[in-house]
């Protein structure tokens, strides 16, 4: 209608006193019967962003009061940053299953660990193989990373800590291999390796993938038994 453009025009509320002048014979003959005769529209705004525009109908010939204009360009206000929420919320929200998409078929688990200033720690991020992997909900560790921690044999979690400080501290790539138990009691070797990402609050990121080394060291442990026994054999003969 005209006077939606002219709200799209001028960003400001519009009104008209005589609405059944400046509609069509179609509507004309319905907004009589209603007794409705104004109009006023609202800009539904989010920053300097246009969304669009609410438009209420009414009785009265009279120019809307000062007051009632504001109010409702406030609605129009709040409205427009409810709208813009939800985008941004639904933007969100298809990034996460984008990345939980590819997560899903990388052979390891991805996380994101976040340390900060004030030296508190958390996952943001963990995917969905650290079910089978670790035996663990990726919401269990996000609610509490010391779940995380924990599967670390008690020998390794002193040298898991300073690998950490040193990444941090030096900027440089974190890497570290230990055994883990599981729920099942299953012991498991895993390696972790992440590029540490620093924010302007004090905070050090770690986006990086933890994956299942067992078996090569298995192999690693295989190779070594069998040059211990030939070594034994060489001393003895």
């Known amino acids: 209608s005209t006077l939606y453009w002219r709200t799209v025009e001028s960003r400001y509320p519009q009104w008209d006193n005589d ?44 120019r809307p009061e000062n007051v009632l204009i504001e109010a409702m360009q406030a609605i129009g206000h709040q409205v427009g940053q409810f709208i813009e929420r939800k ?4 933007g969100r929200q298809q990034a996460d299953e984008r990345l939980r998409s590819i997560a899903a078929n990388i052979p ?3 996380f994101e660990y976040r340390l900060k200033a004030d030296r508190t720690a958390s996952f943001e991020f963990v995917s969905e193989r650290a079910l089978d992997m670790l035996e663990e909900r990726p919401e269990t560790l996000m609610r509490d990373p010391r779940s995380m921690f924990r599967l670390v044999d008690p020998a390794y979690r002193r040298p898991l800590l300073r690998s950490m400080r040193i990444s941090r501290h030096s900027r440089s790539l974190w890497i570290a291999e230990m055994p883990i138990r599981t729920r099942s009691g299953r012991i498991r070797w895993v390696r972790g390796q ?41 001393a003895e003969g």
């Open 19 to 62: 609405l059944p002048a400046q509609v069509g014979d179609v509507l004309r003959p319905r907004l009589t019967e209603a007794d409705i005769c104004s109009a006023i529209s609202i800009p539904v705004q989010a920053g300097e962003r246009f969304l669009g525009a609410l438009q209420f109908f009414g009785r009265s010939h009279q």
């Open 87 to 90: 985008r941004v919320e639904a």
């Open 108 to 110: 390891g688990i991805v």
């Open 194 to 234: 992440s590029m540490p990402k620093y924010l302007e609050d004090g905070s050090v990121i770690w986006d990086g993938v933890i994956v299942d080394v067992t078996a090569q060291k298995q192999a690693e442990q295989a190779i070594q038994q069998m040059n211990q026994q030939l070594e034994r054999r060489v």
